[in-house]
């Protein structure tokens, strides 16, 4: 009944049928990696928060190349870990990163390098501040650093991937994306592969600045999207193996010998008068 599936024919789509479910198998396993990789994500947000700080040398390798050059991108480990430090802010490069919204309302964050006692230095998030009367764009009016030491408790917070051109203007630099490496480059010292994301500071930070929600990724999207390929991977193989089912029982159908009439039931022949 089945010899059929052995055509050329039908060995083609058990073919594409096969490719196509181990497509979505794999798609499937690729997202069950994100789900993992955002879920450690969230673990380690949330660990940061409970955790006492430690110093940022412990958490973070400090840079070892000359002025205008970052360190080494931290440990998985690290990010999102609270770490202390103490310097001095540089107000001569603070840092203004557009398009940043909180609260649905757009504006800027400020970075300030922070210059540690070994002439290195990291950038500080001091928060979000809303822009200047005029547009989004507008560059806001900030109050003055802190003067002399300055100790810092925040989250270690990755270089954010593409970073764009660096701009200054009104004596500030400007940019989109907070690209450590990138911003290196405009600053006179070497500076830590990280950002620092401000949760206090000794002398207190001043009020105007609001603070950066650290927010958790989606992990359950990716679940979803696993169960969705698998789902789908599932329901090509149930296809095939219906849409054969049919195919069988047409054939079988097509090939049935007629049945011989009943001769019981046949009129008797009429007879010549």
Known sequence: MYRFLLTPRWLGILAL????????????????????????????????????????RDAVPAPTGGSGTAGPAPAERATWSRVT???????????????????????????????????????????????????AIAQPQLPPVPQGEVTVVGR????????GPVDRRNGRLETRRIGVPRLARELPYPVHGVYVLLD??????????QAVPIGHTNNWQNFGYVVQWWLFAAMTLFGYGWVARREARRLAGGNRPEQPLDRAAEPAPSTPA
């Open 156 to 163: 270690v917070h990755p270089s954010e991937s593409g970073a």
């Open 85 to 135: 430090v103490t310097g001095r802010y540089d107000a001569t490069n603070v840092v203004l990163v557009r398009g940043r919204t909180v609260d649905s309302r757009v504006g800027f964050e400020v970075l300030t390098p922070l210059v540690l006692a070994d002439g290195t230095a990291v950038l500080v998030d001091q928060g979000w501040v809303p822009p200047a009367p005029g547009g």
């Open 17 to 56: 049928t096969l490719v196509a479910a181990a497509v979505m198998v794999q798609l499937g396993n690729w997202q069950l990696d994100r789900y993992r990789g955002r879920t450690a994500i969230n673990e380690r947000i949330d660990a940061g928060s409970r955790m006492a700080p430690v110093p940022l």
């Open 200 to 209: 206090e500071q000794t002398p207190a930070a001043d009020p105007v600045f």
